[in-house]
């Protein structure tokens, strides 16, 4: 049973920075694609940022391009979403989830997290 917990949202003032890990037990991490994903209130669940198993190809959303960067520590088995300068905009419940294959679709997307919740305020 491969298990997937995000830790490290809050709130932030706009300009700010946060890091997002998500630690995943169970399955092998090491060929997982990881992605990251975002609701907003009121708004259909988004894709914000994608790595592959071995880090080579990161993907991120338009909105974020820049500000945010996904990485992946293996032996660690953590996929971490740093995100700077912050806007109120990012305000959102953040996934995490793990494939097989690194897309921005999120039904390509086997295992989820139970989400973070990011607040920026303005």
């Known amino acids: 049973q491969v298990q997937l917990v995000e830790s490290g949202g809050g709130l932030v003032q706009a300009g700010g920075s946060l890091r997002l890990s998500c630690a995943v037990s169970g399955g092998t991490f090491s060929r997982q694609a990881m992605g990251w994903f975002r609701q907003a209130p009121g708004k259909e669940r988004e894709f914000v940022a994608h790595?592959?198993?071995?880090?080579?190809?990161?993907t991120y959303a338009d909105s974020v391009k820049g500000r945010f960067t996904i990485s992946r520590d293996n032996a660690k088995n953590t996929v971490y979403l740093q995100m700077n300068s912050l806007k109120p905009e990012d305000t959102a419940v953040y996934y995490c989830a793990a494939g097989r294959v690194a897309t921005m679709t999120e039904n390509d997307y086997d295992y989820w997290g139970q989400g973070t919740q990011v607040t920026v305020s303005s």
């Open positions: 790595i592959t198993w071995s880090s080579i190809r990161r």
